[in-house]
Nanobody, 120 residues
Framework: QVQLVESGGGFVQAGGSLRLSCTAS????????MGWYRQAPGKERDMVAT???????NYADSVKGRFTISRDNAKNTVYLQMNSLSHEDTAVYYC??????????????WGQGTQVTVSS
């Protein structure tokens, strides 16, 4: 059984910070690419940040310099530190786990999503 359990979402004022966590089970976490995606009302689900098994990161232009993705393989957990939040960051944030080594395994899993609401 595969589970991606998210925490850390909630309400925050503009300019504030939140730290999202996602703990994975049922996968080989250390060789999985992990990511955070978000979906605002009426919009498509977009990539926010990803991190490969080797620690290479990628960010959406809209969050560069404000968000930081990291992982702790010992805890099977990926984090998203979100600073200087604005109203446009309001969305449901989804944790993603994806296989990197397709010959070994092929999967793409999602968490249930956690709401982040940024207010003034």
């Amino acid at each position: 059984q595969v589970q991606l359990v998210e925490s850390g979402g909630g309400f925050v004022q503009a300019g504030g910070s939140l730290r999202l966590s996602c703990t994975a089970s049922g996968i080989s976490f250390s060789i999985s690419a992990m990511g955070w995606y978000r979906q605002a009302p009426g919009k498509e689900r977009d990539m926010v940040a990803t991190i490969t098994s080797t620690g290479s990161t990628n960010y959406a232009d809209s969050v560069k310099g404000r968000f930081t993705i990291s992982r702790d393989n010992a805890k099977n957990t990926v984090y998203l530190q979100m600073n200087s939040l604005s109203h446009e960051d309001t969305a449901v944030y989804y944790c993603n786990a994806r296989s990197e080594y397709k010959l070994l395994s092929n999967y793409n899993y999602w968490g249930q999503g956690t709401q982040v609401t940024v207010s003034s």
